[in-house]
């Protein structure tokens, strides 16, 4: 069965701050790797990576992938308040039937 | 360009009713997915359709169900409700297999 696991469960952070969110999966025949934010209602789609040791960069956060460990990680530099959300990670895998398979979350919470 | 609509927004009902969920897809975009989400299970994958046709499902009872129409607008039913079926039911589109899943706000469905 596909696995994607995420650590931590939850952050408490100040603004300005530098986070590192991970992401390590287990999947048959891995196809990409997303990141989405979610605040109170739709997910909203970060980055989708599909090659190792790519960043794909957007302001503040970043994100990179590593195919041969298995594993993302999204980094946020100087946090802000609207930071504050829960991200998603998400595999995609499989040949005909291609699905996503989400991990459970990281709840970030950042204070003033 | 609108995003995905999903209706109603809200809904309350009864053990062993039914329930139909709405969702419009973002123009152009031919492919539709379901998703639950609680916060101890996270997101999970219920189904997905592509032009009418049911093309991956994920492991839900048959009281889960769901069809697509012409318009790609797609519409997902449980039948029989249980207790435990309360939750957020999130609809995504997107162009085609392999690309970012964009997502509508969600259904909260309580089963009372």
């Known amino acids: 069965e596909d696995k994607v696991v995420q650590s931590p469960l939850s952050l408490v952070v100040h603004e300005g701050d530098t986070v590192t969110l991970n992401c390590s999966y287990e999947?048959?025949?891995?196809?990409?790797l997303l990141w989405y934010k979610q605040e109170k209602k739709a997910p909203t789609f970060l980055f989708m990576l599909t090659s190792s040791g790519i960043e794909k960069k957007s302001g503040r956060l970043s994100s990179i992938l590593d195919k041969k460990e298995l594993f993302s990680i999204l980094n946020i530099t100087a946090t802000q308040t609207g930071d504050s959300a829960v991200y998603l990670c998400a595999v995609g895998s499989g040949g005909s039937n291609y699905k996503l398979t989400f991990g459970k979350g990281t709840l970030l919470t950042v204070n003033p | 360009k609108a995003g995905v609509t999903q209706t109603p927004r809200y809904l309350i009902k009864t053990r062993g009713q039914q329930v139909t969920l709405s969702c419009s897809p973002i123009?152009?975009?031919?492919?539709v997915s379901w998703y639950q989400q609680t916060p101890g299970q996270g997101l999970q994958f219920l189904f997905e359709?592509?032009?009418?046709?049911?093309?991956n499902k994920g492991n839900f009872p048959g009281r889960f169900s769901g069809r697509q129409f012409s318009n790609s607008r797609s519409e997902m039913n449980v039948s029989t409700l249980e207790l435990g079926d309360s939750a957020l039911y999130l609809c995504a589109s997107s162009t085609g297999e392999g690309s970012p899943l964009h997502f509508g706000n969600g259904t909260r469905l309580t089963v009372t």
């Open positions: 123009s152009g975009h031919r492919s």
């Open positions: 999947v048959t025949n891995f196809r990409s």
């Open positions: 359709y592509f032009s009418e046709t049911q093309r």
